[in-house]
């Protein structure tokens, strides 16, 4: 089992970056295929991003491709989301997630997905 907890959220303006850091704990985090997904108010959770267990592989949604980038550090037990050139249809409140043994290429699918943080706010004004 592992247990998230996000941070590095807060209000930017359009254009602007920052990175949300996912810590992790528990013994098996090393081995753990890790995604990024958001929840916009009055809107369903959606798959932002994945990272398959050794960082060889990402997956991204359409919408962020190009401007945000997945990243692990297994030796910290963190993975990391970078994103650039903010829009404000980026707002939202951002949750990390562990997914189960042997979801590959079903990243974008919330029940592939075990354990998730509490999540963290990220507003972007215009």
């Known amino acids: 089992q592992v247990q998230l907890v996000e941070s590095g959220g807060k209000l930017v303006q359009a254009g602007e970056s920052l990175r949300l850091s996912c810590a992790a704990s528990?013994?098996?985090?090393?081995?753990?295929?890790m995604g990024w997904f958001r929840q916009a108010p009055g809107k369903e959770r959606e798959f932002v991003a994945a990272?398959?267990?050794?960082?060889?592989?990402?997956f991204y949604a359409d919408s962020v491709k190009g401007r945000f980038t997945i990243s692990r550090d297994n030796a910290k037990n963190a993975v990391y989301l970078q994103m650039n050139n903010l829009e404000p249809e980026d707002t939202a409140v951002y949750y990390c997630?562990?997914?189960?043994?042997?979801?590959?290429?079903?990243?974008?699918?919330?029940?592939?997905?075990?354990?998730w943080g509490q999540g963290t706010q990220v507003t972007v004004s215009s």
């Open positions: 990272i398959i267990w050794n960082g060889a592989s990402t």
């Open positions: 528990g013994r098996f985090f090393s081995g753990t295929d």
């Open positions: 997630s562990a997914a189960r043994d042997g979801m590959y290429g079903r990243y974008t699918n919330l029940q592939s997905y075990y354990s």
